[in-house]
């Protein structure tokens, strides 16, 4: 019924910048929270940070540690994360999710992920 596709990933060298977008096809996520993990290779995923219809964010702080900011436009039904000052430690398939209410606890949906790779 609702599909998530991520953009914006890609290469980036490390102290740069990337802003990845996640767009919501099929109905407008009405009530639900849209946010952002993260997996590196051969570790579990992990929450980065979530913001809910209303525009409550949390925030992973022990991952994120204040570079990355997380923000939402309802009328285009989209979700991105802006992350400055990438470290190698960033580098992970960075996926979309979303879940009813003001957290994301057990998501709906999930996008297919998308490559974040940070070269020191």
């Known amino acids: 019924q609702v599909a998530l596709v991520e953009s914006g990933g890609g290469l980036v060298q490390a102290g740069g910048s990337l802003r990845l977008s996640c767009g919501a096809s099929?109905?407008?996520?009405?009530?639900?929270?849209m946010g952002w993990f993260r997996q590196a290779p051969g570790k579990e995923r992990e929450f980065v940070s979530s913001i809910s219809w209303s525009g409550d964010v949390t925030t992973s702080t022990n991952i994120v540690k204040g570079r990355f900011t997380i923000s939402r436009d309802n009328a285009k039904n989209t979700v991105d994360l802006q992350m400055n000052s990438l470290e190698p430690e960033d580098t992970a398939v960075y996926y979309c999710?979303?879940?009813?209410?003001?957290?994301?606890?057990?998501?709906?949906?999930w996008g297919q992920g998308i490559q974040v790779t940070v070269s020191s």
């Open positions: 099929g109905r407008t996520l009405r009530g639900y929270a």
């Open positions: 999710a979303a879940d009813f209410g003001d957290n994301i606890r057990t998501p709906k949906y």
